[in-house]
């Protein structure tokens, strides 16, 4: 047996995870997103935001998402931080290709890493379109109202002003 191997020496930096899913018992999905995130290498799972159901942003002929955040602490950086993410879509079942905007049975998306602002081909950091986007910030809220997102203030702030259309709370266990 050989243990798992693990950067070392490396500073554990606070990065939060969007996920969402709209098929396939988008609840279901959900949860076992954060149970892969809790089993991730170099990472530690440290929140976990309520669910929530939110109409499609895109193309309206698609279920509701169901969407949450968690808030980890990883050594990993922020590419490979990326490609484990899209690792793990393809363990969970995420079928390519996904038309934009298109239906998925999990989606995580790298919101914030840090303070870092990052603009690579492969890599957005903080996500675009965060500050519209109230299916990412209402969750974050849960469970960091005073992170500052870089170059954007703080997520209460941002929570209050994206509003409440389209969005609702899925009480625990229903
Ligand atoms: N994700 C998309 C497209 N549209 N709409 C909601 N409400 N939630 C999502 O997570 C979402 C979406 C592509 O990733
Ligand atoms: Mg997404
Ligand atoms: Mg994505």
Redesign the pocket.
Known sequence: VTAEREPVGLPWIPAYI?I?S?LDDPRAQVVRGFSALAHLRGTRLIAGSRHYR?????PKEQP??V?AVAGVLTRLDPEALLVELKRLEGELGRTQPIT???P?KI?F?LLIYGEQRILTPSLTVPHAGIAE?N??LLPLADIAPDLLVPGLGSVRALASRAGLD??EVLPLGS
């Open positions: 969007g969402g709209n939110s109409t499609p942003l895109g509701d998402y969407n934009r905007w298109g998925r989606d998306d986007r299916f990412v389209g969005i």
